[in-house]
């Protein structure tokens, strides 16, 4: 293999050029031809507009058929571009070995397969360096900056300073998303595996866990809505009024459970600090479905063999699932685990939909459009502070990526004696 490395080399430097040229001209060339559909789109849209008289003026029609058309002509090139790069890397990798080493079929098998990994990991390399790192070098670098590129800490020391508005609002904010980050992945866990091992042991359990399943599917603006309605605090009564009644304000299902009356009108996500766990409770209804499926998988793969011998030892119920499944399962967790801090880190939309922007309710990523909006700290420097917390954000995912690093070379070692 050592002697072929120049071959090996030579060749994926061959494929690299051919694809960094090839794959742009082709995608440009993909694009200029197919513009026409864009105009056969917005003709489209006119006719429509004609036969069933909308109302809105047929210049937005023309502007939303033609977008709707590069939309969609986007798609199919890029899929279309993404089979043709496959299909000529693989062509050329199996070329170029057949005209290095023509006389020997082994080293050409060992060319190939030395070349073709990095033909399906070279994409995502390209991806996460261009959308991924740069990004988050230059974030990094600007929140040491001043708005006029000066460098300087000051944006960091606007966060940490006690007598700043920014240090509340960051104090906060860290707490929450810490509550956030042992809580929802917690309790997730917990109902997800608690659903998984009682739904398996009823015959209607997969009917079930259909239903719980079913948030999964829905945005996390839709679920927000959906308790916004069951959190809703009521509201005045109907008044008259020289044009009518003013309208009512409903009392959301809890609420009223709770025998709250349209006095008590404030909705149960505004509480100061409880309204925290009300929100919560919005990702953990969307997202205890993800871990009950996961499990549920999870458990039945455990070997039944060790099933029987914790049976035949008299092991009871508890025992079978603390001490023969979750051990057996443990990884599985793990996994669920992790994604579930990354996604509670990324939480944006429920609160952000709800309105719930109190300084008590803030999390790292609403506090970054809160920021964005409202603070100033001298000229332009706005954008520059928005930067740090968004690596303060980045910092926070740091010890979940160390912590699996560190598992899966323990496994990878486990796996290796």
């Known amino acids: 293999m050592r002697a072929l490395s120049p071959i090996i080399a030579s060749n994926g430097f061959a494929i690299f050029l051919t694809i960094v040229f090839l794959l742009p001209i082709t995608a440009i060339f993909a694009f200029v031809v197919t513009t026409p559909l864009d105009d056969a789109m917005a003709n489209l849209g006119l006719w429509m507009h004609a036969q069933w008289q909308w109302s809105f003026p047929e210049f937005d029609t023309q502007e939303r058929f033609a977008k709707m058309g590069f939309a969609l002509r986007s798609v199919v090139i890029a899929v279309g571009i993404s089979f043709f790069y496959f299909g000529i890397t693989n062509w050329l990798n199996a070329s170029l070995a057949r005209v290095r080493c023509k006389n020997s079929l082994g080293r050409q098998s060992n060319i190939v397969e030395a070349i073709q990994p990095w033909i399906f990991v070279g994409p995502t390399l390209v991806l996460l360096l261009l ?46 998303s810490l509550m956030w980050l042992i809580l929802v992945p917690s309790t997730c866990i917990i109902f997800g595996l608690l659903i998984a091992v009682l739904a398996d042991s009823v015959s209607w359990g997969v009917v079930a866990k259909t239903f719980i399943f079913v948030p999964l599917a829905i945005s996390f603006v839709g679920a927000a809505v959906i308790w916004r309605n069951i959190f809703a605090g009521g509201g005045i009564e109907p008044l008259e009024t020289l044009n009518g009644m003013t309208p009512s304000y409903q009392i959301g299902l809890l609420k009223s459970l709770l025998g709250h009356t349209a006095e008590y009108n404030e909705p149960l996500y505004s509480l100061k600090f409880w309204g925290n766990f009300f929100l919560m409770w919005i990702l953990v209804w969307v997202q205890t479905g993800f871990a009950m499926v996961i499990f549920s998988a999870a458990l039945r793969g455990v070997p039944e063999d060790t099933i029987e011998a914790a049976k035949i030892d008299g092991a009871n119920p508890f025992q079978m699932f603390f001490r023969v499944k979750l051990p057996q399962i443990y990884s599985t967790v793990l996994v669920v685990w992790t994604t579930l801090v990354v996604l509670v880190l990324k939480v944006f939309d429920i609160p952000y939909a709800l309105s719930a922007n109190d300084d008590d309710k803030l999390l790292l990523a609403t506090m970054m459009e809160n920021a964005r909006n409202n603070w100033s700290i001298g000229g332009d420097n706005v954008d520059n502070l928005y930067a740090s917390i968004a690596v303060m954000l980045m910092l926070t995912v740091v010890p979940n990526m160390v912590f699996n690093g560190w598992r899966i070379r323990r496994e990878q070692k486990e796996l290796g004696n």
């Open 131 to 176: 959308f991924l790192l740069v990004p988050a070098l230059s974030t990094l670098s600007l929140s040491f900056q001043e708005y006029d590129g000066t460098p300087s800490v000051r944006n960091y020391a606007f966060l940490w300073d006690p007598d700043s508005l920014g240090y509340l609002q960051f104090r906060l904010a860290m707490r929450n």
